[in-house]
């Protein structure tokens, strides 16, 4: 259908007084007895165009255009509106492309975001969603760039697999065989023999193993794609279903990883500040007030770089009462994480040297014997959004950490392969690409981030 974006009739001086076919939604219809006026959003703006329907000058306005949620084509001719200096459309003709019933979901103004999330495939309509959405597809655009400018290859890792990358039990399984006759299979071997690939398999966590892989042939690699978590834990920075960003770098230490870490943090919060300022205001208007200024701090200076052994002390210093108490060798709760991020530091912490019993297997063993080079990226709001390593380079020491855990090595041999053949430094991170789009856009919630959270009971 010919048309023309309502984006560039809004941006584009060139269209003044001109003839334009537009298409779009109606977002607010005003009818009275000469003029009526109908606020149209085809998705391209967060602003809407208004068209300006002249009754006198012949225009006649469809009774269905009227209505809240209807699609319609207008054609008419843009001109400057007076009092703000926006473009808005003089219409001649305006058809209607689809009627919209009195039972549309978004008849009232304000929807609560709980509300919206029972329906995924109507909330995307709203101010809300048309911001998140496109400010998602710009941060996703901005990693490319990022790391391809960088000389990253990107690597599309296996979303099935059979290893288990974080060890922590939070696989989905994959599976043909559903509930089997009783007594068809002696054992879970046998089960899983005559399984579709032979052997259990899963739903890959994260791309690292593979992507290490990658990196041990052509350096620099990241993957960009979902990992999947079978974590029952409900809360608002969790989802069964999360996009995963995993740069891997040969020849990388600890310090490399934090410096690419940061780098690429500010690359996306900059490019996102300098094409989404419509949006930006929107967040800060609507979510959370003082935004801009948030993420100018975080361009204008360095992340903290804290030991987890300091705040560990740190936090056993201050005058709150956590919920879990700290002790050196524990796990951090978000509590914790954003005492430290939100209360200390005020800023983005790259926690590095976790105990090794709370991290996982692959990461490089520090020679205290205690400790592992790993970090995690904690940030105000949200907590961890970042969580990465040095890896175990040595053969034995990785052996020794995965016999420890008790794992089965057969599942890794690709894995150890890389240790065998030619092994260097290495190591990298993984982002979680919906806590990232959390951060910059103040939202609280994140099933408010992506278009369908997959939660536990939750698959709409
Ligand atoms: O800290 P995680 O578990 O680290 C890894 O998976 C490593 N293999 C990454 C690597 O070094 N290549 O997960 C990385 C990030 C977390 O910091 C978090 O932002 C995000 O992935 N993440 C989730 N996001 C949403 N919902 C979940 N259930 C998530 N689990 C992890
Ligand atoms: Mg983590």
């Known amino acids: 259908m010919k048309h023309t974006d309502v984006r560039e009739i809004l941006q584009s001086a060139g269209w003044v007084g001109k003839e334009a076919t537009v298409c779009g939604w109606v977002r607010t219809a005003r009818d009275s007895k000469n003029m009526a006026f109908l606020a149209l959003n085809d998705g391209t703006s967060l602003t809407h165009l208004q068209i300006v329907i002249d009754k006198n000058a012949g225009t006649a306005l469809p009774a269905e255009a009227a209505k809240l949620g209807a699609a319609v084509k207008v054609v008419g001719t843009v001109v400057v509106n007076e009092n703000n200096g926006t473009h808005e459309v003089n219409a001649k003709e305006i058809e209607v492309l689809g009627v919209c019933p009195p039972d549309y979901p978004l008849q009232k103004k304000f929807q609560k975001l709980e509300t919206l999330r029972e329906m995924p495939h109507i909330r995307v309509r709203t101010n809300t969603f048309n911001a998140v959405f496109r400010v998602r597809s710009v941060m996703a655009a901005a990693i490319h760039r990022f790391f391809q400018e960088k000389g990253f290859v990107y690597v599309n890792t296996p979303l099935i697999t059979g290893s288990d990358c974080e060890g922590a039990g939070e696989m989905f399984q994959v599976t043909t065989i559903g509930y089997p006759e009783p007594g068809k299979y002696k054992n879970a071997d046998e089960y899983y023999a005559d399984d579709f690939f ?6 890959s966590v994260s791309g690292q193993l593979e992507g290490e892989g990658a990196a ?9 794609g979902p990992s999947f978590r079978a974590e029952k834990s409900n809360t608002v920075r969790h989802v069964a279903e999360f996009w995963h960003v995993e740069p891997e770098v040969a020849f990388a230490e600890l310090p490399d990883v934090i410096e690419l870490a940061e780098e690429m943090i500010k690359y996306i919060i900059r490019d996102y500040m300098e094409k989404c300022p419509e949006e930006l205001k929107f967040f800060e208007q609507r979510f959370q007030p003082g935004l801009t200024e948030k993420l100018m701090n975080v361009l204008n200076n360095d992340f903290a770089i804290v030991d987890y052994t300091d705040a560990i002390e740190l936090l056993k210093k201050a005058d709150v009462e956590f919920q879990y108490p700290v002790e050196w060798g524990c796990d951090l709760q978000s509590e914790h994480e954003r005492y430290i991020t939100e209360q200390i530091y005020k800023k983005p912490v790259f926690l ?14 520090n020679p205290d014997g205690k400790t592992v080079a790993a970090t995690d990226l904690l940030v105000p709001g949200v907590g961890e959004i970042i969580g990465g390593s040095e890896r175990e380079a040595d053969l034995d020491k990785l052996l020794a950490a995965m016999n420890e855990r008790g794992m089965r090595l057969d599942d890794y041999a690709d894995y150890l392969d890389l240790r065998k053949y030619g092994s260097v430094p290495h190591g990298g991170f993984g982002l979680g690409f919906e806590r990232a789009i959390m951060y910059v856009t103040g939202m609280e919630n994140i099933r408010d981030v992506i278009f369908y959270p997959r939660t536990v009971g939750n698959i709409r």
Not at 352 to 365: D, E, L, V
């Open 198 to 203: 032979g052997k259990k398999a899963g739903l």
């Open 216 to 224: 041990m042939a052509l350096g620099k690699i990241y993957t960009f």
């Open 352 to 365: 590095i040297n976790y105990p090794k019993a709370i991290k996982s297997f692959y990461m490089k063993q």
